[in-house]
Nanobody
Framework: QVQLVESGGGSVQAGDSLRLSCEASGRTFTIYTVAWFRQGRGKEREFLAAISRGGTTKYADNVEGRFTISRPGPKVAVYLQMNSLKPDDTAVYYC?????????????????WGQGSQITVSS
């Protein structure tokens, strides 16, 4: 099993930057891809970004260029750097992981999920 814990959320003003962290524990050596999703109030959960063990990345069109996912090393801490935040970015942000070697936006591919971290962006 793998456990994921997000941190770094909070309340910010529009235009601010924020970095989310995702730490993993348990059978971390099995993790291949780690991804970030978010869910705003009354909205479906949406894919933001993913990064493979080898560093290949994939972004949703609406955040590419503004959000950056990184995986600093063999340990499975993953960051999501978010710049130029907007009120529409207000949501609960989740990290997710999978062990089958896939890199994609389908949330059904990810069996491991964190508890979520709230980000609120005020105008």
């Amino acid at each position: 099993q793998v456990q994921l814990v997000e941190s770094g959320g909070g309340s910010v003003q529009a235009g601010d930057s924020l970095r989310l962290s995702c730490e993993a524990s348990g059978r971390t050596f099995t993790i291949y891809t780690v991804a970030w999703f978010r869910q705003g109030r009354g909205k479906e959960r949406e894919f933001l970004a993913a990064i493979s063990r080898g560093g290949t990345t994939k972004y949703a069109d609406n955040v590419e260029g503004r959000f950056t996912i990184s995986r600093p090393g063999p340990k499975v801490a993953v960051y999501l750097q978010m710049n130029s935040l907007k009120p529409d970015d207000t949501a609960v942000y989740y990290c997710a992981a999978e062990s089958r070697g896939r890199l994609g936006s389908d949330e059904n591919w990810y069996p491991y999920w964190g508890q979520g971290s709230q980000i609120t962006v005020s105008s």
